[in-house]
Nanobody
Framework: QVQLVESGGGLVQAGGSLRLSCALS????????MGWFRQTPGKERECVSA????????YYVDSVKGRFTISRDNAKNMVFLQMNSLKPEDTAVYYC???????????????WGQGTQVTVSS
């Protein structure tokens, strides 16, 4: 059974930075594409960023391009999301997800973390 545990969320002022981390256990990490999603009340879960199993391919939603960077360390079974120049509209619960054929949609991911709250104050 795959388990994902996120960390690194918190409260930050606009313009600040946070780094989210996600650790995968229970399966071979390098076999999974990884994604970071976020969700606010009443809205669908949105793919913020994704990275292929090798790390060679990445995806960013337009609203975070140039501000967020996704990376992975296959030796440590971890994926990261570096978030810079944060804006109040980035406030959400952020989820880490793992999928054998992960893409930009939530249904493409089989496993999910519990989520970590990111709050950006203006």
């Amino acid at each position: 059974q795959v388990q994902l545990v996120e960390s690194g969320g918190g409260l930050v002022q606009a313009g600040g930075s946070l780094r989210l981390s996600c650790a995968l256990s229970g399966r071979t990490f390098r076999t999974y594409d990884m994604g970071w999603f976020r969700q606010t009340p009443g809205k669908e879960r949105e793919c913020v960023s994704a990275i292929s199993r090798s790390g060679a391919s990445t995806y960013y939603v337009d609203s975070v391009k140039g501000r967020f960077t996704i990376s992975r360390d296959n030796a440590k079974n971890m994926v990261f999301l570096q978030m810079n120049s944060l804006k109040p509209e980035d406030t959400a619960v952020y989820y880490c997800a793992a999928g054998l054929e992960g893409g930009h949609h939530a249904y493409e991911y089989e496993y999910w973390g519990q989520g970590t709250q990111v709050t950006v104050s203006s």
